[in-house]
């Protein structure tokens, strides 16, 4: 059974860091594709980044040049590293694993950590 656990998640100020982690078990997460996803109150989860089994990576054109998401195959963990963070990046942050090693939209992933609550003031 596949499980995704993130962690990281917290109270930091506007221009501030955070790197989100999401430990992963049953499953590798170097051969299928990971994603992160964000939900804001009141508004629809909607995609931040991704990395395929071969490694390439995307992004949102929201967070282009300040998040970073990177894996740590030996750990099994997938990782988000979110620089010069903004209010409108507060959300929980998802981390999801597709059954495939091609990134996609959010409905075709199959598995989906809890969340983690990220907070940024102004």
């Known amino acids: 059974q596949v499980q995704l656990v993130e962690s990281g998640g917290g109270l930091v100020q506007a221009g501030d860091s955070l790197r989100l982690s999401c430990a992963a078990s049953?499953?590798?997460?170097?051969?299928?594709?990971m994603g992160w996803f964000r939900q804001a109150p009141g508004r629809e989860r909607e995609y931040v980044a991704a990395i395929s089994g071969s490694g390439t990576t995307y992004y949102a054109d929201s967070v282009k040049g300040r998040f970073t998401i990177s894996r740590d195959n030996a750990k099994n963990t997938v990782y988000l590293q979110m620089n010069s963070l903004k209010p409108e990046d507060t959300a929980v942050y998802y981390c999801?694993?597709?059954?495939?090693?091609?990134?996609?939209?959010?409905?075709?992933?199959?598995?989906w950590g809890q969340g983690t609550q990220v907070t940024v003031s102004s």
């Open positions: 049953g499953r590798s997460v170097s051969s299928y594709a």
């Open positions: 999801a694993q597709r059954s495939r090693a091609a990134v996609g939209r959010a409905g075709q992933y199959d598995y």
